[in-house]
């Protein structure tokens, strides 16, 4: 989330800053072969666009999605657009952004991920992360540190090191040649520093596919990123928090949470991926002008949905394998360490 108080819009929300917290649902039935529900033989996308649709009018606010899903014979479906191309805060989920930019200096050789960057105490953010948590500094870090902290554990700080090497107006330049149109970060007077500024959900779509399929970066930046979206250290209270380890493997995510004069927002977005590390499904959930402001946990209703709807879209393509991947994506399975 981000630690950006001077800039909101003092509200008084009263009593609907309490909204009230949705009980636990149970997860959604498991879908059966061929990509059906095994309730009622439905397709599994209409089992997605229904569970879209409850889950949205329970958690209240305004949503802005996008859902796509692997045919069985390949190709891409679009299973839920819902106000798709609303231009609107990303909040952390920009952080995908930021790092795919300081990935592509990396690919045209211009930076690398051991270059070392000093971290001093006149750079911390506090909010969400670990560097502020140090509360002594004076390190030397890498590039692959401070990118691994961004999206591992949505570090505030680490927006600030990744600035350090891609300035703001060349991260908008970066993407607006890889064909995004809103995508941007919000330039401010120090050149090395931005807010996170805006995207769509089919933007976001767009990149999380083309990361996915390696033609947004190289085969070998595009490993890196994803490795740490799908490591199960990660975000679990959303999408991925009625899931097995292994499963949550599988699962490539990142969370965004802030508020502003209209409420509060919570977004995820990721990509699942078959049992083969070929991607299947990608989801875009944005949804702002919500209550709970101050909740940042997993009882937050539009978290809940999350949680509700990754269960039920992860059961949808349980039957489905991508047949045309490009490249396949795999992460090591999680062996615990006790020491030593």
Known sequence: MADQMSRRVAIGIGAAAAALVATPRSATAASGAGGVSSAGALPASQVIRRAYRREKTQAGGVWHSHVAMVRAAGGLDVVVDDDADRVTHGYSVQKLAVAVAVMDKIDRGELSLGQRLDLTGDIILGGSGIYFLHTVWGDEITVANFLTALLLVSDNTAVRMCGRVVPALEINEILAAKGFTHTRVEPVANPNRFFLGVTTARETHDLLWRLANKTLLSTRSSDFLLGI????????????????????SRVATKYGADYDSLGAARHEVGIMFDPT????????????????LDNYGGTHPAVRAHASLGRTMFNAISPITNPTPRSPHSIPRFHPVNGG
Request: a negative charge; aromatic letters at 14%.
């Open 277 to 292: 590390g070929a991607p299947t499904l990608t989801y875009a959930f944005f949804a702002d002008s919500l209550g709970d």
């Open 229 to 248: 979206l799908r490591w199960i250290n990660g975000y679990h209270d959303g999408i991925r928090r009625d899931m097995s380890s292994a499963e949550r």
